[in-house]
């Protein structure tokens, strides 16, 4: 395994604060993604980073932003989280893009309220 | 664009009955196609994936899947299901580095 931790594992917040998810690999993987895990939905990119202080948008970045200042660290930040934003966050990381195995950690779970 | 159809949302099955799990996928482009199970409170894992060469792939815990490139299908199947084997199963797709993600089947055994 990566040897990824995502904290917090649990947050209730209210409309219209931040919020940071943090994720911590440990296995020196280029590659590191946030997803968003749904009913119905599957799971979806929102962001992710294919070097430090390199990141591109996924398929429902809008109201999320991310940062990667260290290898390591990967930052999903809710710039004013909204109801619909309620949801588990997966981040994954990867030695390469293209044909490699993700590897996830254990997920976020947020709710706004 | 590429996209992946998992058409069964849940998949009841008696526990030593086999199973099988559907995924079809469209794409423009060759592909790599993967299934990860995810169980519960936890994240996704790798279950098996298709890169090339033979079309039938063995996985972990028993699990095998045929890619079909006329049918565009990678189904995902095992012979004898365990009450462990209870999780939620994702075909995924991967053409031009774009990981795309299906729906989801919620495989429930039955004792």
């Known amino acids: 395994d990566a040897g990824i931790t995502q904290s917090p594992r649990h947050k209730v917040t209210e409309t219209g604060t931040p919020v940071t998810l943090r994720c911590h690999q440990t296995?020196?993987?280029?590659?590191m993604y946030w997803y968003r895990q749904d009913p119905g939905h599957g799971l979806r990119l929102i962001h992710y980073?294919?070097?430090?202080?390199?990141?591109d948008k996924g398929e429902v970045s809008d109201g999320y932003s991310v940062s990667r200042s260290k290898t390591e660290d990967f930052l999903l930040t809710l710039e004013s989280a909204t109801s619909s934003q309620t949801s588990v966050y997966f981040c994954?990381?990867?030695?390469?893009?293209?044909?490699?195995?993700?590897?996830f950690g254990a997920g976020s779970r947020l709710t706004v309220l | 664009a590429q996209s992946v159809t998992q058409l069964d949302s849940q998949v009841p099955v008696f526990e030593e009955a086999p199973v099988e799990l559907r995924c079809n996928y469209s794409?423009?482009?060759?592909?790599?196609l993967f299934w990860y199970v995810q169980y519960p409170n936890q994240g996704l894992q790798l279950l098996l994936k298709?890169?090339?060469?033979?079309?039938l792939v063995k996985g972990i815990n028993g699990f095998e899947a045929e890619f079909n490139k006329s049918q565009t299908s990678f189904h995902l199947r095992k012979p004898s299901v365990h009450i462990s084997d209870t999780a939620e199963y994702f075909c995924?797709?991967?053409?031009?580095?774009?990981?795309?993600f299906g729906t989801g089947t919620k495989l429930q055994v039955i004792p």
């Open positions: 980073s294919y070097g430090v202080k390199d990141t």
């Open positions: 296995e020196n993987h280029r590659y």
């Open positions: 298709y890169l090339s060469g033979s079309t």
């Open positions: 994954a990381t990867a030695v390469e893009s293209g044909a490699n195995v993700l590897t």
């Open positions: 995924a797709v991967v053409g031009y580095q774009k990981v795309t």
């Open positions: 794409s423009s482009v060759s592909v790599y």
